[in-house]
C-alpha cells in the first residue's frame, strides 16, 4: 500500500526558510512523479512543483520559482520541498503526492499525504 507522510510544518515569519519532508512508507519513489500542492482556506488548491523520476522532468509553479525546490534523499524514499524567502501568502495546508509512471506536471495523482500546516507571519 502506498502511504505518504509529510512532517515539518510550522511557524516562521516572513521571510525565513522551512523544508518539508515526504517519507514513502512501503515503496520508493522510482518511477513516480512527485508533486507539492498547497490549500489555502477559501482557496483551491494549488500546484507547486513536480519532480518526476520516471524521466527527470520538473515543474514549478510561478508563485514559487526561485524560492522553493523539490528534491530526495538518495535512497529515494523521502522527497523534500525547500522554502525559502517565505511570505505570509505561502500559508497553507502543504501536501505531497504521487502518480506513477508520468512526467510533470502529473495529471491524475493517486495517493496523497495527510498534510502539513505552514503559517508565515508577516
Same mark, same amino acid.
Given at each position: ?14 521571510? +525565513?526558510? $522551512?523544508? !518539508? &519532508?515526504? @517519507? ?6 522510482? %518511477?513516480?512523479?512527485? =508533486?507539492? *500542492? ?8 494549488? +500546484?507547486? $512543483?513536480? !519532480? &518526476?523520476? @520516471? ?6 509553479? %510561478?508563485?514559487?520559482? =526561485?524560492? *522553493? ?54
Amino acid at each position: 500500500e502506498v502511504q505518504l507522510v509529510e512532517s515539518g510544518g510550522g511557524l516562521v515569519q516572513a521571510g +525565513g526558510s $522551512l523544508r !518539508l &519532508s515526504c @517519507a514513502a512508507s512501503g515503496f520508493s519513489f522510482d %518511477d513516480y512523479a512527485i =508533486g507539492w *500542492f498547497r490549500q489555502a482556506p477559501g482557496k483551491e488548491r494549488e +500546484g507547486l $512543483l513536480c !519532480l &518526476s523520476l @520516471a524521466d527527470g522532468s520538473t515543474y514549478y509553479a %510561478d508563485s514559487v520559482k =526561485g524560492r *522553493f525546490t523539490i528534491s530526495t534523499d538518495s535512497a529515494k524514499t523521502t522527497a523534500y520541498l525547500q522554502m525559502n524567502s517565505l511570505k505570509p501568502e505561502d500559508t497553507a495546508v502543504y501536501y505531497c503526492a504521487v502518480e506513477w509512471l508520468v512526467n510533470c506536471p502529473g495529471g491524475e495523482y493517486d495517493s496523497w499525504g495527510q498534510g502539513t500546516q505552514v503559517t508565515v507571519s508577516s
